[in-house]
């Protein structure tokens, strides 16, 4: 419990909120429960000092049982990401689909992971689901979840060409892209790329297949694309950095894309806590400085040292317009793409409000759990990042689940190319039971969210004081 409160009062990105350890008295949460429960019962109530005053409530604001909006604690050392059923390495282990209720009418497949069960079975986003496991299929999220969560599930679906297939998922464990979908769209003269990416995963489980959609989108001389970000909860820095670096053109090479600002007990080197946790390259062995082990303590946290510059990757270089498309699922690193982008190239974005999430963190190992704290606020070339409360769409547009990622009918993509293309907003269509629902009207129940949130600065890709 003192653990906790020590890296709380020298790491923490609002630490001079805190009480003083007597009037905060960590040791009141040890019989709170299991240990990682009371480790969790104390750091919600660490986050919750800090006031926002643009809303009088905390920055971390509850958002379930101990948890507040940004900050988490997990068991063991590895990023897993909360409730993901995809890690931020890559790897799943189930049927690998999540689906959604539409109206309380209908079950449509919300998106399949690659590689997954359900993708080698050949469905797809946009899929009815007509029977689960031989009887009609339910419309309680509570059922769907508990389905979803079986070792096998057989399904009868409609599929988006109208066909009906019967299909068999057995569990299994597989490594899957975060590129659901790329496509070029043909509009007039105009040629539109369009990438729908999952998650932020380790640049090296991302980089061939971005490079692949990329070039493809430099041979066909686009000059816009539409980003569905739409459940992309964030991920590694590393990676939604790499990603910008392919959409700009070398003409900003060297300009800022972000800066990330840690407190000043540790841009002024006062953060002695991070003494005691060792410094680690990628492949998690220690880095020596001096002659010695390197520590955390010895990390440069400074303004100037966090700034990151563009490089450029890949041979595009012609982008002008960027359309994303969001929900409330969209946060973190997603985020930090989209501000990072605003200052150089004409961004808009469809779908629904963003997380609101300008902060991030790197883990702290406390006895066999590792803490997540917020450590660092990130602001773009503009020193915009006050998005707390998540970015307003500029054309709003409901998560259309009844069409395939990619698929110009469905509501959001539409919208972002009648945009690109410079007409009035309007197209995509949603049809229930044959009938055709205003989107005002429409209600849409997702099973489970099961992608990370957060946004992860690996101690690797931080640099060392000299």
Known sequence: ?????????????WYDAL???????????AGTGDDLGALKT???????????????????????????????????NVITGQQATVTLEGQGNDLGLELSVVNNQEVFIRYVNTASPA??????????????????VSVNPTVLNSALAQSSLSLTVQKT???????KLDKATYSSSPVLKTAVINKGSKAIGYVAFARFSKLSGAQSDLDVAFATFAAAGIEDIVIDLRYNGGGYVETASYFANLIVSSKVNGQVMYAEAFNTLMQNRKAEV???????????????INGRPATYFDVDYSLAGNTKTYTKKGSLQTVKNVAFIVSGNTASASELLINSLKPYLNVKLVGSKTYGKPVGFFGIGIDKYTVYMTQFKS?????????FDGFTPDMPAADDVTHDFGDVNELALSRAITWIAGGALAGGRIMINGREI??????????RINEFNGMIQPGADMRLRQ
């Not at 007597?22 to 009141?28: A, G, I, K, L, W």
């Not at 205003?438 to 099973?447: D, F, I, N, R, Y």
Request: with cysteine; aromatic share 12%; hydrophobic share 30%.
């Open 274 to 288: 991070l003494k005691g946790i060792p410094y680690l390259d990628s492949d998690r062995k220690p880095v020596q």
């Open 161 to 167: 060409d109208g066909s009906t297939a019967s299909v």
């Open 42 to 76: 104390e750091l919600f109530a660490l986050v919750q000092y800090k006031i926002n005053p643009a809303t009088g409530k905390p920055y971390e604001y509850a958002v379930g049982t101990n948890q507040g909006k940004y900050s988490f604690a997990e068991a063991g």
């Open 379 to 387: 602001t773009n070339a503009k020193g915009e990042g006050d998005y």
């Open 438 to 447: 205003p989107e005002p009207a429409l209600s849409v129940q997702h099973s």
């Open 19 to 29: 009480p003083s350890y007597e009037q905060f008295n960590p040791r009141q949460y």
């Open 119 to 136: 993708w080698q079975a050949g469905l797809t986003r946009g899929c009815r689901i007509i029977t689960m496991n031989g009887s009609p």
């Open 1 to 13: 419990m003192d653990s906790l409160f020590l890296f709380a009062s020298q790491t923490y990105l």
